[in-house]
């Protein structure tokens, strides 16, 4: 009988640490961004991978912790959790 090796343990990716001053930062850039209708680059990380988004923001949700971004022709809704940086 053969021993079977067991299989490497993954490694939890652990997603980026984000300061006080980069909140600060990304909530400036959406209130311009709301005010103005400026256009804005969100960068997402969610499910282990990151994610970027170009539109204008239209509604900040505090209580759901959701943000709804014109993208073209079409509303989409982020969680405001996942958000690591606005340009």
Not at 26 to 40: A, P
Not at 60 to 82: A, F, P, R
């Amino acid at each position: 009988m053969t021993a079977i090796p067991k299989p490497p343990k993954s490694k939890v990716v652990a997603g980026p640490k984000l300061t006080e001053t980069d909140f600060l930062e990304i909530g400036e850039r959406i209130g311009e961004s709301k005010e103005f209708n400026v256009e804005v680059d969100i960068t997402i990380y969610a499910q282990k991978r990151y994610e970027t988004v170009i539109g204008i923001v239209t509604e900040v949700d505090g209580q759901q912790g959701k943000l709804s971004l014109q993208v073209g022709y079409e509303s989409i809704k982020i969680n405001m959790n996942n958000i690591v940086s606005v340009k």
